[in-house]
């Protein structure tokens, strides 16, 4: 199976500022790598499929980049309703695994 | 509206059973790739199973391989997850997903609200 690691685990950062999330796969993945934003009691909101595909709706702070084993997510400018937990997933295999989980705290 | 609602949530005693159902509205749901995601309590998201358009592919993760089976019916616009043989370990909140795109590779784009499996004596 496929092992999906992001660094760090938590990370505090403030209102405006730029903040990446690192996701790194056991084995290359090729482009098939998403990333889901998940606030206490809601349900993971899709915001970044294939690597770098922004999904429709969501704003364009985020961003998404990689290829093979090492990916990243990019908030330019951290807003209020940014803060929550970021989840990578890969699904190049057949069993679609998620990352750990990085929850981003207001410092 | 694209909609997914789970529903079938409840108590069950280690070893019981449990069929969660999730109804899907404003899209073809015979179109779509279909997934279990599960969210133990404080913990984060493990992918359960999913299934192919029509049923003919199916894919589990290892923990419940054996125990749940995940089926769909395209004519009620249901997606199914049988569990058996229940454990302490399963207790989770269950979400149902759409997987974007008709090949199911690109993340799943619309999720139900959850439906919470305690499993427990």
């Known amino acids: 199976d496929i092992q999906m690691t992001q660094s760090p685990s938590s990370l505090s950062a403030s209102v405006g500022d730029r903040v990446t999330i690192t996701c790194r796969a056991s084995q290359s993945i090729s482009s098939y790598l998403n990333w889901y934003q998940q606030k206490p009691g809601k349900a993971p909101k899709l915001l970044i499929y294939?690597?770098?595909s922004l999904q429709s709706g969501v704003p364009s702070r985020f961003s998404g980049s990689g290829s093979g084993t090492d990916f990243t997510l990019t908030i330019s400018s951290l807003q209020p309703e940014d803060f929550a937990t970021y989840y990578c997933?890969?699904?190049?295999?057949?069993?679609?695994?998620f990352g750990q989980g990085t929850k981003l705290e207001i410092k | 509206e694209v909609q997914l609602v789970e529903s079938g949530g409840g108590l069950v005693q280690p070893g019981g059973s449990l069929r969660l159902s999730c109804a899907a509205s404003?899209?073809?749901?015979?179109?779509?790739?279909m997934s279990w995601v599960r969210q133990a309590p404080g913990k984060g998201l493990e992918w359960v199973a999913n299934?192919?358009?029509?049923?003919?592919?199916?894919y589990y993760v290892d923990s419940v391989k054996g125990r749940f089976t995940i089926s769909r019916d395209n004519a009620k616009n249901s997606l199914y997850l049988q569990m058996n043989s229940l454990r302490a370990e399963d207790t989770a909140v269950y979400y149902c997903?759409?997987?974007?795109?008709?090949?199911?590779?690109?993340?799943?784009?619309?999720w139900g609200q959850g439906t919470t499996v305690t499993v427990s004596s």
């Open positions: 404003g899209f073809t749901f015979s179109s779509y790739w």
């Open positions: 294939a690597a770098s």
């Open positions: 997933q890969q699904s190049y295999s057949t069993l679609h695994t």
């Open positions: 299934i192919k358009q029509d049923g003919s592919e199916k």
């Open positions: 997903a759409r997987d974007l795109g008709a090949a199911g590779y690109y993340g799943m784009d619309v």
